[in-house]
């Protein structure tokens, strides 16, 4: 039972990566064919509602790619408990991948909607290259970004 709720959310998470790689330039492409782990202390589900929580030291990877949070919440699509409708990460959320690293306090990705939405503290990181803001939001099907609360940006010449 467990394995299958984790199941559907491994692959729902390889295709979110795969698509900020590809859309946002974040990271190197990823293989989603790649195998994905995923530790914490402790996981909850919980089939009626549809909802499962994997909290304490959550790390999940996928080749070089790394996301780590306190807590992730998985929300299943309603009658369907093979597609994810949602995925929330709380608490140091970070991201990793080779060179290039984002951090929050949250990230929710709205499956539907195509939006992950960065919050608190958000810091991105692409070589040399920082973004800085308190609210960062990416719409994965039109790659567009917008970046709010006291944006701050370095850009180095040439490049990363």
């Given at each position: 039972?467990?394995?299958q709720?984790?199941?559907?959310?491994?692959?729902?998470?390889?295709?979110?990566?795969?698509?900020?790689?590809?859309?946002?330039?974040?990271?190197?492409?990823?293989d989603?064919?790649?195998?994905?782990?995923?530790?914490?202390?402790?996981?909850?589900?919980?089939?009626?509602?549809?909802?499962?929580?994997?909290?304490?030291?959550?790390?999940?990877?996928?080749g070089?790619?790394?996301?780590?949070?306190?807590?992730?919440?998985?929300?299943?699509?309603?009658?369907?408990?093979?597609?994810?409708?949602?995925?929330?990460?709380?608490?140091?959320?970070?991201?990793?991948?080779?060179?290039?690293?984002?951090?929050?306090?949250?990230?929710?990705?709205?499956?539907?909607?195509?939006?992950?939405?960065?919050?608190?503290?958000?810091?991105?990181?692409?070589?040399?290259?920082?973004?800085?803001?308190?609210?960062?939001?990416?719409?994965?099907?039109?790659?567009?970004a917008?970046?709010?609360?006291?944006?701050?940006?370095?850009?180095?010449?040439?490049?990363?």
């Amino acid at each position: 039972m467990i394995r299958q709720a984790v199941l559907p959310f491994a692959l729902a998470l390889a295709l979110a990566h795969a698509a900020i790689a590809q859309t946002t330039g974040f990271g190197n492409a990823q293989d989603v064919k790649a195998p994905v782990e995923v530790t914490a202390d402790s996981l909850q589900v919980d089939q009626a509602t549809g909802l499962a929580v994997f909290s304490g030291n959550v790390l999940i990877g996928q080749g070089a790619m790394r996301l780590s949070a306190d807590r992730v919440e998985v929300t299943y699509a309603s009658g369907d408990a093979r597609r994810i409708s949602a995925l929330q990460a709380t608490g140091n959320v970070t991201l990793v991948s080779g060179q290039d690293a984002a951090e929050a306090q949250s990230a929710d990705y709205d499956v539907n909607s195509g939006n992950v939405v960065l919050r608190g503290d958000v810091l991105l990181t692409q070589g040399q290259n920082v973004l800085a803001g308190e609210t960062v939001t990416v719409n994965l099907a039109t790659g567009t970004a917008n970046a709010s609360g006291r944006v701050r940006s370095v850009l180095q010449p040439g490049g990363n």
